[in-house]
Protein backbone atom coordinates (compact mmCIF):
# COMPACT_ATOMS: atom_id res chain seq x y z
CA UNK A 1 0.00 0.00 0.00
CA UNK A 2 0.96 3.54 -0.90
CA UNK A 3 2.10 4.93 2.45
CA UNK A 4 4.18 7.92 4.09
CA UNK A 5 6.04 8.57 7.00
CA UNK A 6 7.09 11.59 8.69
CA UNK A 7 9.59 11.02 11.24
CA UNK A 8 9.39 13.81 14.25
CA UNK A 9 5.98 14.42 15.71
CA UNK A 10 6.80 17.38 17.74
CA UNK A 11 9.30 19.76 17.18
CA UNK A 12 10.87 22.42 19.36
CA UNK A 13 13.55 24.90 17.91
CA UNK A 14 14.66 28.38 19.27
CA UNK A 15 14.13 31.58 16.88
CA UNK A 16 17.04 31.21 14.19
CA UNK A 17 17.54 27.31 14.86
CA UNK A 18 17.62 25.83 11.17
CA UNK A 19 14.60 23.01 10.89
CA UNK A 20 14.60 19.75 8.95
CA UNK A 21 11.44 18.21 8.96
CA UNK A 22 11.72 13.94 7.41
CA UNK A 23 9.59 12.45 5.35
CA UNK A 24 9.76 8.75 3.44
CA UNK A 25 7.21 7.82 1.18
CA UNK A 26 6.73 4.09 0.12
CA UNK A 27 6.17 3.59 -3.66
CA UNK A 28 8.04 4.18 -6.65
CA UNK A 29 7.40 5.13 -9.94
CA UNK A 30 5.89 8.78 -10.93
CA UNK A 31 6.10 10.90 -7.88
CA UNK A 32 4.19 14.43 -7.08
CA UNK A 33 5.28 15.40 -3.95
CA UNK A 34 3.79 18.08 -1.54
CA UNK A 35 4.79 19.86 1.63
CA UNK A 36 1.46 21.44 3.41
CA UNK A 37 1.37 23.96 6.34
CA UNK A 38 -1.36 24.54 8.69
CA UNK A 39 -1.05 27.60 11.01
CA UNK A 40 -2.75 27.68 14.30
CA UNK A 41 -6.68 28.33 13.57
CA UNK A 42 -6.16 28.05 9.99
CA UNK A 43 -6.58 25.79 6.81
CA UNK A 44 -4.29 23.85 5.47
CA UNK A 45 -2.21 25.80 2.95
CA UNK A 46 0.41 24.67 0.22
CA UNK A 47 3.89 25.29 1.21
CA UNK A 48 6.15 23.68 -1.70
CA UNK A 49 5.43 21.05 -4.59
CA UNK A 50 7.90 19.20 -6.67
CA UNK A 51 6.71 17.88 -10.17
CA UNK A 52 9.81 17.14 -12.28
CA UNK A 53 12.70 18.97 -12.72
CA UNK A 54 15.52 19.95 -10.03
CA UNK A 55 15.22 17.97 -7.16
CA UNK A 56 15.66 20.76 -4.74
CA UNK A 57 12.26 23.19 -4.24
CA UNK A 58 11.45 26.28 -3.04
CA UNK A 59 8.89 27.25 -1.24
CA UNK A 60 6.90 30.00 0.80
CA UNK A 61 8.39 31.49 3.80
CA UNK A 62 11.85 30.21 3.15
CA UNK A 63 11.16 27.05 3.28
CA UNK A 64 12.46 24.50 0.69
CA UNK A 65 12.30 20.86 0.22
CA UNK A 66 14.97 18.57 -1.66
CA UNK A 67 13.26 14.98 -3.50
CA UNK A 68 15.85 11.85 -3.17
CA UNK A 69 14.69 9.46 -5.20
CA UNK A 70 17.24 6.43 -3.93
CA UNK A 71 15.82 7.09 -0.57
CA UNK A 72 12.24 7.87 -1.69
CA UNK A 73 12.09 11.05 0.54
CA UNK A 74 10.92 14.68 0.43
CA UNK A 75 12.87 16.51 3.78
CA UNK A 76 11.70 19.98 4.58
CA UNK A 77 14.10 22.34 5.40
CA UNK A 78 14.25 26.00 6.74
CA UNK A 79 17.84 27.46 7.62
CA UNK A 80 16.32 29.83 10.18
CA UNK A 81 13.26 29.29 11.45
CA UNK A 82 10.91 32.38 12.78
CA UNK A 83 8.18 32.50 15.72
CA UNK A 84 5.97 32.46 13.08
CA UNK A 85 6.79 29.66 11.81
CA UNK A 86 4.87 27.81 14.67
CA UNK A 87 2.51 25.07 12.67
CA UNK A 88 1.61 21.92 11.94
CA UNK A 89 3.44 20.49 8.84
CA UNK A 90 2.27 17.78 6.59
CA UNK A 91 4.34 15.39 3.65
CA UNK A 92 1.38 14.61 1.27
CA UNK A 93 2.80 13.05 -1.46
CA UNK A 94 0.00 12.28 -4.06
CA UNK A 95 -1.25 8.59 -4.80
CA UNK A 96 -2.69 7.08 -7.25
CA UNK A 97 -7.19 6.12 -6.59
CA UNK A 98 -9.23 4.35 -8.35
CA UNK A 99 -10.75 8.17 -9.02
CA UNK A 100 -7.21 9.16 -10.46
CA UNK A 101 -4.95 10.67 -7.86
CA UNK A 102 -5.79 11.99 -4.46
CA UNK A 103 -2.94 13.26 -1.85
CA UNK A 104 -2.14 11.01 0.74
CA UNK A 105 -0.75 12.53 4.62
CA UNK A 106 1.74 12.34 6.90
CA UNK A 107 0.82 11.62 10.56
CA UNK A 108 2.37 15.68 10.89
CA UNK A 109 4.64 17.42 12.59
CA UNK A 110 4.33 20.10 14.98
CA UNK A 111 6.76 22.71 15.43
CA UNK A 112 6.93 24.86 17.96
CA UNK A 113 9.40 27.93 17.91
CA UNK A 114 10.09 30.01 20.96
CA UNK A 115 11.19 33.36 20.82
CA UNK B 1 -5.86 29.91 -5.70
CA UNK B 2 -9.36 28.80 -4.95
CA UNK B 3 -11.15 29.74 -1.87
CA UNK B 4 -13.02 26.96 -0.52
CA UNK B 5 -15.57 27.71 2.15
CA UNK B 6 -17.17 24.59 4.57
CA UNK B 7 -20.56 25.24 6.12
CA UNK B 8 -20.80 24.42 8.91
CA UNK B 9 -17.80 25.23 10.63
CA UNK B 10 -18.47 22.84 13.70
CA UNK B 11 -21.43 20.92 15.16
CA UNK B 12 -22.31 18.88 18.05
CA UNK B 13 -24.82 16.15 16.95
CA UNK B 14 -26.85 13.16 18.96
CA UNK B 15 -25.84 9.67 18.09
CA UNK B 16 -27.78 7.85 15.47
CA UNK B 17 -28.49 11.57 13.49
CA UNK B 18 -27.04 12.62 10.20
CA UNK B 19 -24.81 15.58 9.47
CA UNK B 20 -24.56 17.25 6.02
CA UNK B 21 -21.19 19.10 5.18
CA UNK B 22 -21.30 21.47 2.71
CA UNK B 23 -18.94 23.02 0.33
CA UNK B 24 -18.78 25.99 -2.12
CA UNK B 25 -15.72 26.54 -4.45
CA UNK B 26 -15.29 30.31 -5.79
CA UNK B 27 -14.26 28.99 -8.79
CA UNK B 28 -15.08 25.47 -11.18
CA UNK B 29 -12.95 22.85 -10.22
CA UNK B 30 -12.62 19.55 -11.61
CA UNK B 31 -11.83 17.12 -8.72
CA UNK B 32 -13.27 17.17 -5.21
CA UNK B 33 -12.22 15.45 -2.22
CA UNK B 34 -13.36 14.65 1.50
CA UNK B 35 -11.41 13.44 3.84
CA UNK B 36 -11.26 13.13 7.72
CA UNK B 37 -9.08 13.83 10.41
CA UNK B 38 -9.65 12.23 13.85
CA UNK B 39 -8.55 13.54 16.91
CA UNK B 40 -4.82 12.64 16.68
CA UNK B 41 -4.42 11.31 13.43
CA UNK B 42 -3.63 12.66 9.98
CA UNK B 43 -5.71 13.57 7.22
CA UNK B 44 -7.44 10.21 5.61
CA UNK B 45 -9.62 10.11 1.93
CA UNK B 46 -12.76 9.44 2.26
CA UNK B 47 -13.93 9.65 -0.89
CA UNK B 48 -13.47 11.29 -4.21
CA UNK B 49 -16.50 13.65 -5.74
CA UNK B 50 -17.16 13.30 -9.45
CA UNK B 51 -19.12 15.63 -10.98
CA UNK B 52 -22.22 14.13 -12.81
CA UNK B 53 -21.30 10.71 -11.45
CA UNK B 54 -21.50 8.98 -8.18
CA UNK B 55 -18.15 9.35 -5.59
CA UNK B 56 -15.41 6.94 -5.89
CA UNK B 57 -15.08 5.66 -2.27
CA UNK B 58 -11.37 4.75 -0.49
CA UNK B 59 -11.12 1.48 1.31
CA UNK B 60 -13.22 1.01 4.26
CA UNK B 61 -15.27 3.76 4.07
CA UNK B 62 -18.96 3.02 2.37
CA UNK B 63 -21.82 5.23 0.64
CA UNK B 64 -24.43 4.14 2.99
CA UNK B 65 -22.26 5.89 5.52
CA UNK B 66 -20.92 8.68 3.60
CA UNK B 67 -22.81 9.21 0.73
CA UNK B 68 -21.77 12.49 -1.39
CA UNK B 69 -23.27 14.80 -3.50
CA UNK B 70 -21.79 16.76 -6.65
CA UNK B 71 -23.83 18.33 -8.40
CA UNK B 72 -21.80 20.83 -10.40
CA UNK B 73 -18.37 21.66 -10.70
CA UNK B 74 -18.56 24.33 -7.82
CA UNK B 75 -20.28 22.38 -4.82
CA UNK B 76 -20.31 18.94 -3.09
CA UNK B 77 -21.69 17.87 -0.02
CA UNK B 78 -20.70 15.20 2.51
CA UNK B 79 -23.65 13.29 4.74
CA UNK B 80 -22.11 11.40 7.94
CA UNK B 81 -25.10 9.11 8.71
CA UNK B 82 -26.04 7.27 11.92
CA UNK B 83 -23.66 9.04 13.53
CA UNK B 84 -21.55 7.28 16.72
CA UNK B 85 -18.79 8.95 19.51
CA UNK B 86 -16.52 7.70 16.80
CA UNK B 87 -17.23 9.88 13.68
CA UNK B 88 -16.16 12.51 16.03
CA UNK B 89 -13.66 14.41 13.59
CA UNK B 90 -12.30 17.09 11.68
CA UNK B 91 -14.42 16.86 8.22
CA UNK B 92 -12.12 18.54 5.53
CA UNK B 93 -13.21 19.37 1.59
CA UNK B 94 -10.57 19.93 -0.21
CA UNK B 95 -10.53 20.15 -4.10
CA UNK B 96 -8.19 20.82 -7.74
CA UNK B 97 -8.65 23.02 -10.39
CA UNK B 98 -7.34 21.93 -13.86
CA UNK B 99 -3.86 22.19 -14.58
CA UNK B 100 -2.48 22.77 -11.17
CA UNK B 101 -1.26 19.94 -9.39
CA UNK B 102 -1.81 20.68 -5.62
CA UNK B 103 -5.52 20.29 -3.71
CA UNK B 104 -6.92 23.54 -1.99
CA UNK B 105 -8.69 22.83 1.53
CA UNK B 106 -11.50 24.13 3.40
CA UNK B 107 -11.50 25.24 6.75
CA UNK B 108 -13.26 21.53 8.09
CA UNK B 109 -16.19 20.83 10.15
CA UNK B 110 -15.47 19.89 13.42
CA UNK B 111 -17.91 17.09 14.73
CA UNK B 112 -18.55 15.91 18.19
CA UNK B 113 -21.00 13.46 18.50
CA UNK B 114 -22.63 12.97 21.99
Known amino acids: AQSVSQHNHHVILSEAASLELGCNYSYGGTVNLFWYVQYPGQHLQLLLKYFSGDPLVKGIKGFEAEFIKSKFSFNLRKPSVQWSDTAEYFC?????????????FGKGTTLSVSS | SAVISQKPSRDICQRGTSLTIQCQVD?????MFWYRQQPGQSLTLIATANQGSEATYESGFVIDKFPISRPNLTFSTLTVSNLSPEDSSIYLC???????????FGQGTRLTVV
Open chain 2, 94 to 104: SAEQEGLPEAF
Open chain 1, 92 to 104: APKKVTQAGTALI
Open chain 2, 27 to 31: SQVTM
